[in-house]
């Protein structure tokens, strides 16, 4: 799913408006009766709704869900918000088909809301430009001051659609979900306006096919549509050879149960074969944790010293929990100058890799790498924040890699400057192994042959989606990471239905 800018969802208004053709005020209808129905089937009847409208078209939107939740027996209160002397000819049409509201104005403020309500945010939407101030800023803070559960039409009152870098997200409203029409926003994936934003849902207006098709945007959203078409389905007739060979350099003394981890996941995600490359004092517990792996023990007890052969591999995970002792790091430099196959380094390495950005030159394929906020800071010097993200961009091209940056929708960046943002996921991955899980997976699609985008966005999809699925049997709190590759088989499942 593509996130377009404001203006790009501006043409796709006209184009629909010249093109269906369909005039202003029905489109205006049609998107607010979508969000009034997704209202309905969320809400009980019983539960009564605010609808804080401001005079432009979000306004209108406002106007519109207030009348068709009062038709299907809500109870309904309509505060207009006068923070204009003329609205919109959308609101000023759909203001005369409303049989009572309340004015809030300069002069005069509603009574607060009863403490049981649903409150409708259709104040502003995506059209703002500059931060709130005067008469709109002092409603948004009476509201947040006297908070009841939020729902946003399009986007929350006083945040940018598409970059708040320099916004005062003090200002805006604090929503708990967002309906937005047609394509996500940026600001809904960002980690300064994310959180004002809440969950999100896309509502489809039917804005314009062809355009919506046609228009290039650099951002994405990555749902479930999007995987099950690159997921390749199993052939009958086949063997382990083609399902890939991949090889997992992890380990030392003290964190082995990231080395353990990752091979877990990898040999979950559906590899034929896989070899883990650790520290010779796993002897004993390796095979018996991992039995379905090969390994290569290395000759220090340990911590990684020196690479085994890597001619035989087609993807090679290296990172988790291999610590950052100097011989290490020497292995690493070597492993990553010498390997003939695809990477994905991870955690320590990252780490050592930090030290040592060259070395990336080094590689024969694209590599994928995959930082938590932490470690991006030291690849890239840029605090956790919406500007690592711009630096990921820079970092993915200089370099010519794949960034996995991991957090709330996590993003795959891509040498071209593309950037795709995970759709699944929730704070139980906040946890110690989770990125060990997402590195094993994601090395195993690698080997399996999916192409370097394919297998990080594909990856991360998977990797979020079972933690959803562990819900069923674990809280956010009480998942662990060894709890996902149990629930990848559903996720793979999911796509072929």
């Given at each position: 799913?593509k996130i377009?800018?404001?203006?790009?969802?501006?043409e796709?208004d006209?184009?629909t408006?010249?093109?269906?053709?369909?005039?202003s005020?029905?489109?205006?209808?049609?998107?607010?009766?979508?969000v009034?129905d997704?209202?309905t089937?969320v809400?009980d009847?019983?539960?009564p709704?605010?609808?804080y409208c401001g005079m432009g078209?979000?306004?209108g939107?406002?106007?519109?869900?207030?009348?068709?939740?009062?038709?299907?027996?809500?109870?309904?209160?309509?505060v207009?918000?006068r923070?204009?002397k003329?609205?919109?000819?959308g609101f000023e049409?759909?203001?005369k088909?409303?049989?009572?509201f309340?004015?809030?104005?300069p002069r005069k403020?509603?009574?607060?809301d009863?403490?049981e309500?649903?409150?409708?945010d259709?104040?502003?939407g995506?059209g703002l430009?500059?931060p709130l101030e005067?008469f709109l800023?002092?409603v948004?803070?009476a509201l947040?001051n006297?908070p009841?559960?939020?729902v946003?039409?399009d986007?929350?009152?006083?945040?940018?659609?598409d970059?708040n870098?320099?916004?005062?997200?003090?200002?805006?409203?604090r929503?708990?979900?967002t309906?937005?029409?047609?394509w996500?926003?940026?600001?809904?994936?960002m980690?300064?306006?994310?959180?004002?934003?809440?969950a999100?849902?896309?509502?489809?207006i039917?804005?314009?096919?062809?355009?919506?098709?046609?228009?290039?945007?650099?951002?994405h959203?990555?749902?479930q549509?999007?995987v099950s078409k690159r997921?390749r389905d199993?052939?009958?007739?086949?063997?382990?050879?083609?399902?890939?060979?991949a090889?997992i350099s992890a380990?030392?003394?003290?964190t082995m149960?990231?080395?353990?981890m990752c091979?877990?996941a990898?040999?979950?995600s559906?590899?034929?074969l896989?070899?883990g490359?650790v520290?010779g004092?796993?002897e004993?517990?390796?095979p018996v944790a991992?039995p379905e792996?090969m390994?290569?023990?290395?000759a220090?007890p340990?911590?990684?010293?020196d690479?085994?052969?890597?001619?035989?591999y087609?993807?090679?995970?290296?990172?988790p929990?291999?610590?950052?002792?100097e011989?290490?790091a020497?292995?690493?430099?070597?492993l990553?100058?010498?390997?003939q196959?695809p990477?994905?380094i991870d955690?320590d390495?990252l780490?050592?890799?930090?030290?040592?950005?060259?070395w990336l030159?080094?590689c024969?394929?694209?590599?994928?790498l995959?930082?938590?906020?932490?470690?991006?800071?030291?690849?890239?010097g840029?605090?956790?924040g919406p500007?690592q993200?711009d630096?990921?961009?820079?970092?993915?091209?200089?370099?010519?890699?794949v960034v996995v940056?991991?957090?709330?929708y996590?993003?795959?960046v891509l040498?071209?400057?593309e950037t795709y943002?995970?759709?699944t996921g929730h704070s139980?991955?906040s946890?110690?192994?989770s990125?060990?899980?997402?590195?094993?997976l994601?090395?195993?699609?690698?080997a399996q042959?999916?192409?370097v985008?394919?297998?990080?966005?594909l990856?991360s999809?998977i990797?979020?989606?079972?933690?959803e699925?562990?819900?069923?049997?674990?809280s956010?709190?009480?998942?662990?990471a060894t709890?996902?590759?149990d629930?990848f088989?559903?996720?793979?499942?999911?796509?072929l239905t």
């Amino acid at each position: 799913m593509k996130i377009l800018s404001v203006e790009q969802v501006r043409e796709a208004d006209r184009l629909t408006i010249e093109r269906e053709p369909i005039a202003s005020i029905d489109l205006m209808e049609r998107a607010a009766s979508r969000v009034a129905d997704r209202l309905t089937e969320v809400f009980d009847p019983d539960m009564p709704f605010s609808v804080y409208c401001g005079m432009g078209n979000n306004g209108g939107d406002g106007l519109v869900i207030a009348r068709l939740l009062r038709a299907a027996g809500y109870e309904v209160r309509v505060v207009v918000v006068r923070h204009l002397k003329k609205g919109s000819d959308g609101f000023e049409t759909n203001l005369k088909q409303v049989d009572g509201f309340e004015e809030w104005s300069p002069r005069k403020a509603p009574m607060p809301d009863e403490l049981e309500v649903v409150r409708i945010d259709a104040l502003l939407g995506s059209g703002l430009t500059r931060p709130l101030e005067g008469f709109l800023a002092e409603v948004v803070a009476a509201l947040n001051n006297d908070p009841r559960f939020t729902v946003a039409v399009d986007l929350p009152t006083g945040i940018f659609a598409d970059n708040n870098r320099h916004n005062d997200l003090t200002m805006a409203l604090r929503a708990d979900v967002t309906f937005t029409f047609q394509w996500p926003k940026r600001a809904m994936v960002m980690p300064d306006s994310g959180p004002m934003c809440g969950a999100f849902e896309v509502i489809d207006i039917g804005l314009d096919k062809e355009y919506s098709y046609s228009v290039e945007t650099p951002w994405h959203f990555v749902d479930q549509n999007w995987v099950s078409k690159r997921y390749r389905d199993r052939p009958i007739f086949t063997h382990k050879n083609r399902f890939g060979h991949a090889l997992i350099s992890a380990g030392a003394k003290g964190t082995m149960g990231a080395a353990i981890m990752c091979a877990r996941a990898c040999l979950r995600s559906g590899v034929g074969l896989l070899t883990g490359h650790v520290p010779g004092s796993a002897e004993t517990i390796w095979p018996v944790a991992v039995p379905e792996a090969m390994a290569r023990f290395d000759a220090f007890p340990e911590h990684l010293t020196d690479h085994p052969k890597l001619d035989r591999y087609d993807a090679i995970g290296l990172g988790p929990g291999i610590g950052t002792e100097e011989d290490t790091a020497h292995m690493v430099k070597n492993l990553i100058r010498h390997a003939q196959s695809p990477l994905v380094i991870d955690a320590d390495a990252l780490n050592i890799v930090a030290e040592n950005k060259t070395w990336l030159t080094f590689c024969q394929h694209v590599p994928i790498l995959t930082p938590h906020l932490g470690e991006f800071e030291r690849l890239s010097g840029v605090a956790p924040g919406p500007d690592q993200y711009d630096a990921a961009i820079d970092f993915a091209q200089k370099y010519q890699c794949v960034v996995v940056l991991k957090g709330t929708y996590t993003a795959t960046v891509l040498p071209n400057g593309e950037t795709y943002f995970n759709s699944t996921g929730h704070s139980g991955l906040s946890t110690g192994g989770s990125g060990d899980v997402l590195t094993g997976l994601i090395t195993g699609l690698r080997a399996q042959g999916y192409g370097v985008a394919e297998t990080a966005i594909l990856g991360s999809y998977i990797h979020g989606r079972a933690a959803e699925l562990a819900l069923r049997d674990q809280s956010e709190e009480s998942m662990l990471a060894t709890d996902l590759p149990d629930y990848f088989g559903e996720v793979f499942t999911e796509f072929l239905t």
